[in-house]
């Protein structure tokens, strides 16, 4: 239509992440309560970031744009997160400043067991 006013932005992170599981250390074991449902980490994101942009204007609009973006850059971060396994193989999880978002949440599936 005459004021049909499009914008899409794409963000695509490649990331690597190290995490360290505090309640895997040998002097641990059997000192923490519900230690085979609860799992808590910390570790460090690395990565990079693919950023673009584009806007489509309605016809006859000749104001300026103020919504473009093109380029990459790194994306690197310290991440604290928790795992809790309802049963063996299924669980939940929460993680912060993954380099995914501020704070993500999901499920958790255990194919070793």
């Known amino acids: 239509g005459l004021y049909t006013w499009k ?9 690597f992440r190290g995490v360290f599981h505090p309640f895997n250390l040998p002097s641990l074991i059997g000192k923490i309560p519900h230690r085979d449902k609860w799992d808590a980490y910390g ?3 690395l990565g990079w970031a693919i950023v673009s942009s584009s806007e489509t204007v309605p ?3 000749s104001g300026s744009s103020y ?4 380029g990459s850059y790194f994306v690197g971060g310290l991440l604290l997160g928790t ?5 063996k193989k299924f669980g939940v999880y929460a993680e912060e400043g ?5 704070f993500n949440i999901g499920g958790v ?3 070793k067991i």
């Open 83 to 87: 795992r809790y396994y309802f049963t």
């Open 98 to 102: 993954s380099g995914f978002g501020w």
């Open 59 to 61: 016809q006859g609009y």
């Open 67 to 70: 919504y473009t973006t093109e």
């Open 7 to 15: 914008y899409t932005y794409t963000y695509i992170p490649l990331m």
């Open 43 to 45: 570790g460090l994101t």
């Open 109 to 111: 599936y255990n194919f």
